[in-house]
Every structure is written in structure tokens, then in C-alpha cells.
């Protein structure tokens, strides 16, 4: 499929080094000014349709329609907008591979035929990162990124949690040496591109910072028991383009989302006891919630059917927030359309990121509660026991996918009253979160790399 459209004026620019839009749909749209719109297997792209949302989609599909690229996958909020994924699996039913892999907790990303994730090697003290071919699980290659000493960390961490991001050309990955963050790049071919330590990272529960990808930068945060701090790094050498100076210095573990809201793209996280959207083109700070709290972990999330913003989290205290993102400066008291503050953490999760799928925000608590609320209203439709989870939420054809501490995965069809369409089970623990492409689940288990299902396009690559 390709498209061309009237570009608004002088505002083109180009994107990955070339002025081409990957949409998530698996079009490819090129910039050809001053051509009219003309489209040849798809609707017609509107020539009022906005160069941030546009924007918006090129981030969320940097590589392929049907990749899984980063953490929370090309639309940043875990909802893949594919369908034909597999609904029951066990070791013995809808595998279509599985292959040894390393501890950790790193989630897989799917990009170009290829399949990343990090590891840890405790023997070695190599933190790792790994190169899987998709369509057999053979492991392509490995690369020591880093040699350390292992850092201190929460028994429920390991020492690589951090899911790397991959774009076709590069895959980049974040480790902790001591008391510094290492951001590395490396080819599709595992071969060293550049690496840098952008500061310093203190906290005694240990280090996990996803990388995010928007246009030609790479993105991390690194709020910490420190001065802490969001930096934008150039995806060709490394070098900082840009460098937020967060408030508070206090530890929290949460990948920005960026989505585009009424038009101007905005990178969004809870973290150091704020809760905040910046440019993700400039680092400008456009608003921010004092608290509710002090420390998170769990990634926001955007549904653009409520035009609300939601955050879960965190500690000591415990809330669920549903924010209005068109405000400027302190919004604290203006832009919080409803909020869930439980005496304990009941009906809130710290850890799994949460998900939106029609009209439900569905989470689950440190109890292991799965909930579901009313997105528009923040009331609690259902509530039920799915076991501890810390695998954050994903979905797909309208079915949401609860992956449990102990590999047992609940795959769930939101509304008013609650159904269970199957419950799966691998036989082993995960804490990482699925990965969703072209009709298949990828899964990292305690001692596997899995995929599950076949693949829906006639010609995957």
C-alpha cells in the first residue's frame, strides 16, 4: 500500500533518515509534495489529518506495521491493533517454538524477522543482550554489553529488567555499572554502534529504565535517590540532544509514554512525586501533578476515546488517577477528572502497567486482584483473583491478556460483567510481559524464550 498527501505547508521534515511514515496499519506513507491525496489499498489519509498525530503513528510503527519494538509495543499504551493472536496454549498446544534463554526480566521486542531481549549472566557478572531469528527461535547471536559486579537490588528485580528497543537499523539496551547507567546501541547484527553513561543512578532496589524511540531520539529516564533526570539521546552516536532535571530526587522506574493529544505529541510518566508531560521534542515541561505520592513503577497509559491520561501507583500511599492532558503549568487542582485513593493498595497496581480496552481501565493490585473500572468514571465494575502479576498488561482484538507470576495467563473479554475466555499455562514463572506480532504471543519465561500461535500475514518477514 502506498499513500501520498498535500504536506501542511513547511512543516515537513524528515524521520529516521528519510521521509517516509510507517504506519502501524503496515502502510507506507512518503512524503511527495505537492501532490494531491491519491491512495491505492487503503482509506484516504484527510489533508486536514495533523503532523503530530502523524508523527505520532511514524513513533509508534518505526519499524514494521506488525512489529513489537519497544516496551508496551508500537502504541506504547500494550494494545495491538492486530487480531488472529491465540486465545488457549500449553506446552503441548499452539507452539510454534521454544528456545532456551537466560535469566531476566527484560520483556521481548519483535523487529524485522528478529526477536531482543536482555539477560543476565550471574556466573560471568555479563549483563547480555540477545538476538533470537523469529520464525525458529534460533539464537542469531549474543553480546557481553557489560562486565560488574552485581548492583544491589529488590529480590523481586534482577539485574536486567530493562526491555530494550529495536528500529531495523539499531537495537538499543540500558544496563546499571555501579552507580552509572550504561546506554548502548548495537546493529541488527550485534555489532557495538556506540555506548555512553549519561549520570549517576542510586537506589537500593536496583535499575530498570526501558528505552523509548520517538523520531530520531531515544529516550530514558532515570528518576532516582538522587539529582534525577530524563535524557534524549541521538540514535546515530549517542550524543544528549536534550536533558530534563527532575524534581524531588526520588527513586521510581517508569517508561514514558508519548501520544499525540489535540494535535502536539506529549511524553507522560509518574515518578518523583510528580506526575508530568513534556515535549518529547525539546524536554519542555507543559504540565505536572504535585503527588500524589512518592514512588512508581507502573507506565501510564492514553485513551483517546475518554481524551484522559491514567496513572497507577505507587508507594507509600496508593491511587489511580484519570488526568486531563490539556493544561498548562501546575494542574493539580484543575485537570484531575477522577481519582481512586484506598486506604491500602486495594484495586491498585504498582508494578504491572495498566491497560484501556473500550470503555475499562483494567489493572491488577499487589494482591493480585485483577479490576476493572469504568474509564469515563473511575468506578469499579468488577473485581477478581488472578494471582500476583508483575508482567504488565496487553491486548488485542478486544481480549485483554493477564500473565501471572507463575506463567498462568488469563485471557479476559472486558465488560459490565466478567469473563474468563481461557485460562494457559507454560509450566514456568514470568515476570516479563508478552510481546503481540502478525497473529503471534511471544513469551520469556524463567528459562524460555516461547512463540505461540502462526503468523497471520501471507508473507511475514
Known amino acids: 500500500m502506498r499513500c501520498y498527501f498535500t504536506a501542511p505547508h513547511a512543516e515537513t521534515q524528515p524521520l529516521f533518515g528519510r521521509e517516509t511514515f510507517l504506519i502501524d496499519a503496515g502502510g507506507i506513507f512518503e512524503w511527495d509534495t505537492p501532490m494531491e491525496p491519491l491512495c491505492s489499498g487503503a482509506a484516504m489519509i484527510p489533508r486536514q489529518f495533523s503532523l503530530a498525530a502523524l508523527l505520532f503513528l511514524t513513533h509508534a510503527a518505526s519499524s514494521t506495521g506488525t512489529d513489537w519494538p519497544v516496551w508496551r509495543g508500537p502504541s506504547g499504551n500494550g494494545v495491538s491493533s492486530e487480531t488472529g493472536f491465540p486465545t488457549r496454549w500449553s506446552p503441548a498446544e499452539n507452539v510454534a517454538w521454544k528456545t532456551p534463554c537466560p535469566p531476566g526480566h527484560a520483556s521481548p521486542v519483535v523487529s524485522d524477522g528478529r526477536i531482543y531481549t536482555a539477560a543476565y549472566d550471574a556466573d560471568a557478572g555479563e549483563r547480555l543482550l540477545l538476538c533470537f531469528e523469529r520464525e525458529t527461535g534460533a539464537e542469531l547471536w549474543r553480546k557481553t554489553v557489560l562486565s560488574a559486579p552485581p548492583e544491589r537490588m529488590h529480590a523481586e528485580n534482577s539485574r536486567a529488567s530493562s526491555t530494550p528497543a529495536a528500529d531495523g537499523k539499531h537495537v538499543y539496551c540500558a544496563f546499571l555499572d555501579g552507580r552509572e547507567p550504561v546506554v548502548s546501541a548495537y546493529t541488527t547484527d550485534g555489532k557495538p554502534v556506540w555506548s555512553v553513561r549519561p549520570g549517576v543512578f542510586s537506589s537500593v532496589h536496583g535499575f530498570c529504565s526501558a528505552p523509548v524511540l520517538w523520531k530520531e531520539l531515544v529516550i530514558l529516564n532515570f528518576d532516582h535517590d538522587g539529582p534525577g533526570y530524563i535524557v534524549a539521546l541521538d540514535r546515530k552516536d549517542g ?51 504535585n503527588g500524589p505520592t512518592d514512588q512508581f513503577v507502573a507506565s501510564m497509559v492514553y485513551s483517546a476515546k475518554t481524551r484522559f491520561m491514567y496513572m497507577t501507583g505507587g508507594f507509600p500511599a496508593h491511587h489511580v488517577m484519570a488526568i486531563r492532558p490539556d493544561g498548562r503549568g501546575d494542574v493539580s487542582n484543575t485537570h484531575v477528572a477522577w481519582h481512586y485513593n484506598p486506604p491500602s493498595s486495594v484495586g491498585v497496581s504498582y508494578v504491572p502497567s495498566p491497560i484501556v480496552e473500550g470503555n475499562w481501565l483494567l489493572l491488577t493490585d499487589d494482591r493480585g486482584f485483577a479490576h476493572a473500572f469504568d474509564a469515563k468514571t473511575g468506578e469499579i465494575v468488577w473485581n477478581e483473583r488472578f494471582g500476583r502479576q508483575h508482567a504488565s498488561l496487553v491486548s488485542a482484538g478486544g481480549l485483554v491478556y493477564f500473565l501471572n507470576d507463575a506463567g498462568e495467563c488469563r485471557v ?18 514470568t515476570y516479563a510481559s508478552p510481546a503481540l506480532s502478525d497473529g503471534q504471543i511471544f513469551l520469556r519465561t524463567e528459562k524460555h524464550l516461547w512463540c505461540l500461535g502462526r503468523r497471520t500475514s501471507s508473507s511475514g518477514r
Do not use: H
Open 239 to 289: 550524543r544528549q540532544v536534550w536533558r530534563i532535571e527532575r524534581p524531588n530526587r526520588t527513586r521510581s522506574y517508569v517508561a514514558p509514554l508519548i501520544q499525540d493529544v489535540d494535535g502536539r505529541p506529549q511524553m507522560v510518566l509518574s515518578g518523583s512525586k510528580c506526575i508530568a508531560g513534556y515535549d518529547p521534542n525539546t524536554g519542555e515541561n507543559l504540565w505536572m501533578i
Open 412 to 429: 479476559v473479554k472486558p465488560a459490565d460483567g466478567f469473563a474468563v475466555l481461557a485460562t494457559n499455562s507454560l509450566g514456568e514463572g
